[in-house]
């Protein structure tokens, strides 16, 4: 808690809604994670798509939607919100399911939790789903991860990157990763301290919602950004920018245009989550190469500015 007081007791002590008149329309984001822990055997059906109760991911996940939608119905106090958007997201390992669930909505109060209830209520229902074959099965760890609007402007490490490259090949270890230590280098150049994750285009909102969570000054992805059914990076980023910066796109677009027309048809983003900077680049070694040169001009000015700093000229 940042204060002594609970927001929703009034001066006697009794319960209350939050009056949120007087606040101001944002645009507001919240992670939250948890996990759903079972057996090897669950987990190999899960993946398998095995199970008596078939379709449990998807089942999963829209139950996770609809719980964040329900969520003022669920818990009293809570206001009626427009969701903009809420996904939800699954990392399987040998005996565990890793939940992350994104909301967003514009609006006067915070989505932390519409993203708690989806993760609740989608790992519920994985419990329900694979009860048959491990009925002792334990959903825990359920926790808020990050949130940005409204008043909360999220504390990042200074100095520190990340860079994320969405490749379905590369994650599966048939393709290498050629950007990826590209843009990691040239950020080490510049004093950064790197994280590198190599992900499959499925997984990249789970991915990125993870780092953002981590507050690093900087993300940079690369992969992802064209028009393949696979290609979900630039929706991944959407969902979690509080301010986007289209000039910042369209420059690195350019760039890419005056060598090699297709570079028009990349639909990659660049803004801000939080005091997090992100940019999408293309996964070609050409694109990054182009679009960091675009960013050697603008990073440093531009992550002062959003730490509060820098010139304003």
């Known amino acids: 808690m940042t204060d002594a007081t609970l927001s929703h007791l009034d001066g006697d002590g009794r319960a209350r809604m939050v009056d949120v008149s007087d606040k101001a329309v944002t645009k507001r984001t919240a992670t939250a994670t948890g996990r759903f822990s079972s057996t090897a055997e669950v987990m190999a059906l899960v993946r398998a798509d095995d199970l008596p109760k078939a379709d449990v991911l998807s089942t999963a996940r829209i139950a996770g939607i609809q719980g964040a939608k329900r969520t003022s119905d669920l818990i009293p106090l809570c206001h009626q919100l427009a969701l903009s958007s809420v996904t939800v997201d699954f990392s399987i390992d040998d005996t565990s399911i ?117 507050s690093p000054a900087v993300i940079i992805t690369t992969g992802g950004t064209g028009m393949s059914p696979t290609d979900q990076t630039p929706e991944a980023t959407r969902a979690l920018l509080t301010r986007e910066l289209p000039g910042v796109a369209e420059a690195i677009r350019a760039r890419g245009i005056a060598k090699v027309p297709s570079a028009a048809l990349s639909r990659g983003l660049a803004g801000t989550a939080g005091n997090t900077v992100i940019v999408n680049l293309p996964g070609s070694a050409g694109g990054v190469k182009d679009g960091l040169a675009v960013l050697d001009e603008l990073l440093d000015h531009l992550v002062a500015q959003v730490a509060g700093g820098g010139a304003h000229e």
């Open 98 to 214: 890793e939940i992350t669930a994104t909301a967003t909505t514009t609006g006067k109060t915070g989505v932390e939790m519409e993203a708690l209830t989806a993760v609740a209520i989608a790992g519920l229902t994985l419990h329900d789903m694979t009860k048959a074959v491990d009925p002792f099965s334990v959903l825990g760890d359920i926790r808020l991860q990050s949130k940005t609007g409204g008043k909360s402007r999220s504390a990042v490490r200074a100095s520190t990157a990340a860079v994320v490259v969405a490749s379905t090949g590369g994650a599966a270890g048939t393709r290498d990763d050629t950007t990826g230590p590209q843009i990691a280098d040239w950020l080490r150049e510049r004093g950064y301290q790197v994280d590198h994750s190599i992900i499959a285009d499925k997984d990249v909102a789970a991915e990125l919602a993870r780092v953002v969570a981590t």
